[in-house]
């Protein structure tokens, strides 16, 4: 079979995961408020695709130019046509979903957005205040026409009006860049209510109607929206020698120098005008998307609601552990059996609880984290500042490589250092992607018992709440001990003893996931039950899809749900019709990954941080952990099957990579919803009962 048949082009697929976010927007069973906010999510995810994988699309067309690289299914240039022209149907869509559904919605509520159309006479004193008070002293107009040293330069993902002018001494024509200043200012403005209707306007729209102030000696032809994005991905060379400190340090400020990716512009620019800005910014014709009016559409999410919590989904309240609630330890609680805590369904503050006690507790003696993404106002970093200043012994790796967080976590890193933390950074040659902490607390005994932390997602208290993931809090000593190996292997850069019941990129990862499909795929041609359920983020390593392919050639049922890139083809005759690809998106971002094998009964159960894409399965380190306490089997299995069941959120992914909604007669299950109702019911519920937990 060739190749493009039987792997979908990551790219492809990821643009297809952004037009299920584009399908929230569109749904009108969605909050209004909240459809805006997937607006503005579409915008962001398309926003980092072009700083990222567009540039590097281009990258590999400019070698396949120059006949350096073979290796790809499809011919670089014709990838990058397919790619752009689908991002252009979806914009297309994104501008009828805001135009002919979002704004009549909110006008129906009394609530005017200005978008192209004349101020009313109530507002115009408003807005030209604030366009003198606040808007000028941030504006810096610049006429290009005419300008014969260095080109102008335009910042990375900041927003400008192109202004064609006309000299009133010449009767010339001129060209203006100006900037528009959302990273001072918000981007939309609340004005007098008027008429009882509610009214905000963009930023922009202020200035259009100020442009004459700005350019006195000229008359305003015409005002145009563009944007550039620029290659935003660090170009660290050489990563085995030197300071990488010092590299990363240097790429960041180089990072809005990048070269172009993409070159946003309203598509009403009359021809000459774009040809000037083409030859003046030094783009090329694939640099070119055409646009609408305005840019920048993720600035939706500051959209003031007036009438909240109207239009919104009903806020979920984080759901209290019992078994923490009701003990005076966090470490006393894990004595007493594995703890599970799901977020955001569960309160983030047991985090926070768990790294607080051990900072002044007299009996911890160590502590050792891994920090992939850091929040910008870390509790948990505090916590262990605090913990240093107490004279325990904490070391922290910091994985300065972790995209577009680069500068944060080394904000961080240097803090935490300062406080007498030993800081371990980045491997050379690999990122640690591994979400786990390890706390090490002496008994009454004098013996040392080990408490871990295993989770799915990034210590990072302000993602928590948008991103659904879990943690396990245990003090299972094979476990432990061998977390405790991972740190060792991080710290020293030397190899371990084999692990035996943690599943490690680098060291055992690919062959234990191998020998578990291996084993189902053996299940099945002896005729008997053969299963697995695998919920990522991300599906794209081809050695792994073809062993998912060869066990469903045995007959082996495979059930995906996959958030994001998927290049395995469902459904194919002959290659993969014993699986299904499902994908949910809903309020909460699907951060967690579970893996599931039926194992004739035995019933293998997994969750981690590891996607299986080439990065995180053989460039990584990442930590995948066994669940073995029985009655949190149930919980994973319980939020499984209802996303096995979700027949409002999800949806299938068929053979075209279409998104095929979920349509069937059974009782309508909303997968995050009923996840959290079923874990606020499990709290009245003796965890000592396994009897009674409701599983239907």
């Known amino acids: 079979m060739n190749d493009s048949y039987r792997y979908f082009d990551r790219d492809v697929s990821w643009l297809s995961f952004n037009k299920r976010v584009l399908m929230e927007a569109a749904d009108t069973n969605v909050p209004l408020y909240e459809r805006i906010k997937f607006l503005a999510i579409y915008s962001s995810n398309l926003d980092e695709f072009f700083r990222v994988r567009v540039a590097a699309l281009r990258s590999i067309v400019d070698i396949d130019k120059k006949k350096i690289n073979k290796r790809f299914a499809i011919k670089p240039k014709k990838l990058l046509q397919e790619v752009l022209d689908e991002v252009n149907l979806q914009q297309e869509e994104f501008g009828r979903i805001k135009k002919e559904m979002i704004l009549p919605e909110l006008k129906q509520h009394k609530i005017i957005l200005y978008r192209n159309e004349p101020i009313i006479k109530e507002h115009q004193r408003a807005v030209e205040h604030f366009f003198k008070s606040k808007i000028l002293s941030y504006l810096q107009p610049v006429i290009m026409t005419g300008v014969k040293s260095k080109a102008p330069y335009l910042d990375n993902r900041a927003l400008y009006f192109a202004i064609s002018l006309e000299n009133k001494l010449t009767g010339e024509t001129d060209y203006a860049h100006l900037n528009i200043p959302t990273d001072h200012l918000p981007r939309f403005v609340e004005l007098p209510k008027a008429n009882e209707f509610f009214y905000y306007i963009a930023i922009d729209d202020i200035i259009r109607e100020n442009l004459d102030f700005l350019f006195p000696n000229h008359a305003v032809k015409g005002c145009y929206s563009i944007k550039l994005n620029r290659d935003a991905d660090l170009n660290i060379e050489d990563e085995y020698s030197g300071d990488l400190v010092k590299k990363i340090r240097k790429q960041i400020d180089k990072r809005n120098l990048g070269v172009p990716s993409r070159f946003l512009y309203d598509n009403t620019m009359p021809g000459e005008m774009l040809a000037f800005l083409v030859e003046k910014f030094n783009l090329e014709e694939d640099d070119l998307v055409p646009g609408g009016r305005y840019h920048n559409m993720y600035d939706l999410f500051g959209l ?266 469902p459904g194919v005759e002959g290659l993969s019709e014993n699986i299904t690809v499902r994908r949910i998106v809903d309020r909460y971002l699907e951060h967690s990954r579970v893996f599931y094998f039926y194992n004739d009964g035995a019933e293998d159960l997994y969750q981690g941080s590891a996607d299986w894409m080439k990065r995180n399965l053989y460039r990584r380190i990442e930590v995948v952990f066994p669940i073995r306490n029985e009655n949190l089997k149930k919980e994973i299995m319980k939020m499984l099957d209802l996303q096995l069941r979700d027949n409002t959120k999800a949806c299938f992914i068929n053979e075209d990579l279409r998104n095929i909604r979920v349509k069937n007669d059974e009782p309508v299950i909303q997968a995050q919803v009923d996840f959290y109702k079923w874990l606020k019911a499990l709290e009245n519920v003796s965890i000592s009962e396994p009897g009674r937990i409701p599983l239907q």
């Not at 955001?344 to 984290?369: G, M, Q, S, W």
């Not at 993404?373 to 970093?381: G, V």
Request: charged share 25%; hydrophobic share 40%.
């Open 304 to 569: 003031q609601n007036p009438l909240k919590p109207a239009f919104e989904n009903e806020f979920l309240e984080p759901i209290r552990k019992t078994c923490l609630e009701e003990n005076p330890s966090v470490f006393h609680a894990i004595d007493q059996g594995d703890v599970m805590l799901h977020f955001p369904y569960h309160n983030y503050d047991y985090v926070l609880r768990f790294f607080n006690e051990a900072a002044l507790d007299a009996h911890v003696e160590e502590i050792k984290v891994t920090f992939y993404r850091i929040a910008p106002e870390s509790f948990i970093s505090n916590a262990l500042i605090s913990a240093a200043n107490n004279g325990k012994s904490v070391t922290v790796f910091v994985e300065i490589k972790a995209r577009f967080d680069e500068e944060n976590n080394l904000k961080w890193a240097e803090k935490m250092e300062q406080a007498g933390i030993k800081i371990i950074y980045s491997i050379p040659g690999l990122k640690v992607h591994a979400k786990v902490g390890l706390v090490c607390r002496r008994q009454a005994d004098g013996s040392l018992k080990r408490y871990g932390f295993f989770g799915t997602g990034n210590f990072n208290e302000k993602t928590a709440t948008i991103y659904a993931d879990e943690a396990l809090l245990t003090c299972n000593a094979e476990m432990t001990d061998e977390l405790d190996r991972v740190f060792e292997y991080l710290y020293k850069k030397e190899e371990v003893l084999p692990f035996e019941h943690l599943l490690v990129s680098q060291f055992n990862i690919t062959d234990r996931f191998t020998a578990m499909i291996n084993r189902e795929i053996e299940n099945a041609k002896a005729g008997k039950k053969a299963y697995i359920i695998l919920k990522l983020n991300n599906l794209q390593d081809d050695i792994m899809i073809d062993k998912l392919y060869e066990a469903s050639q045995a007959g082996v049922k495979i059930d995906l749900i996959i958030r994001a890139i998927c290049c395995l083809c």
